[in-house]
């Protein structure tokens, strides 16, 4: 138990650091997939997404309410799956570290195009900090 936390926030910032562990694995694994086996982006996306959705589902015993089933697989092909497969892909061309940072990258830039197209209004509560 580290000291001044209680058990339960202890807990899930063991999941936080397991988790972000894993994720720089991966990144540092699919570079190293690609390089030495010459996997494909789309083949590692998939077996990424369907490995990782096995684990939560036996770890979790997540189901999925039968009236759930059809959002679920939109936001899977149409949300997570291109995503992964950008992700994946800036891997390829250049590394873990550069695709990371890209992908986080993303909200901001979206968020200043928004406003330089007039999409969205930003008032100055919002900037305020």
Do not use: C
Request: charged content about 15%.
């Amino acid at each position: 138990k580290l000291t001044g936390m209680s058990s339960k926030t202890g807990k899930w910032f063991l999941y936080a650091l397991v988790g972000s562990s894993f994720w720089g694995f991966s990144g540092t694994a699919s570079s190293a997939l690609f390089i030495r086996y010459h996997f494909s982006a789309i083949l590692l996306s998939s077996l990424r997404m369907l490995i990782g959705g096995i684990f939560i589902i036996i770890i979790f015993r997540a189901g999925i309410p039968r009236k759930d089933v059809k959002n679920f697989l939109v936001f899977t092909f149409a949300g997570l799956m291109p995503v992964q497969i950008s992700y994946i892909e800036t891997i390829k061309y250049t590394n873990a570290a550069t695709a990371t940072l890209i992908q986080y990258l993303f909200l901001p830039i979206i968020f200043i195009y928004e406003i330089f197209k007039k999409i969205i209004r930003v008032d100055r509560y919002i900037i305020d900090i």
